[in-house]
């Protein structure tokens, strides 16, 4: 059992998200000292996940080398035997979430999220969930911080963003995403990856 702060390259070999306009933008591993606010009151996160509706919203594995044969045929097969999110609504809100991802570096985990209509974010991190419960104090630090993966500054929104995550063990793990919208709002959207 690992006790927060967890880092999350200890499980994250790559992030990655696809903004509004559609380009895919690469999260850098940070100390962060904006995580949390203190002096904040949060709202309901405006991220959910996205309901599989074809091909280009079901969440997928692909091979992260298209010339490695055998990661083409066994993401294949993944993709064939594996609903990696809920795959219909009306599901309890408490199960929406919880997503089933493949292991090894050797594949990317595509995940679709929304965020609601009219709202758009420059500020979003994803670290553990649990990390929210700590100081986040790491040895040799000026300053209390976080363990994240920050987005860099761009506009995310819309519908049917593609996350790629790229995850080197198996596992269950509670990650968040740390949203500041540009109204200002603070929010937190959990989810709970279930690595195979």
Known sequence: MVLPPMDPRSIIASLAMEDQSGTMQNATF???????????????PPMTTTIAGGPTTTSHVVAANSYDFQAVVDATNWNTAHAMTAPALGLPIAVQ?????????????????????????TDIQLSMRDNSTTSGDFQNAANATVPVFQFPSSTYGGGGRNVQVSLTMPGRFHVAFRIIDNSGNWSMFEMEWIVL
């Open 97 to 121: 979430n919880i997503m089933f991802l493949k292991a090894d570096p050797r594949f990317i985990n595509n995940l679709y999220l929304n965020m609601s209509s009219g709202v758009t974010a």
């Open 30 to 44: 940070a100390r962060s000292i904006t995580w949390l606010n203190a002096g904040t009151t949060w709202i309901n």
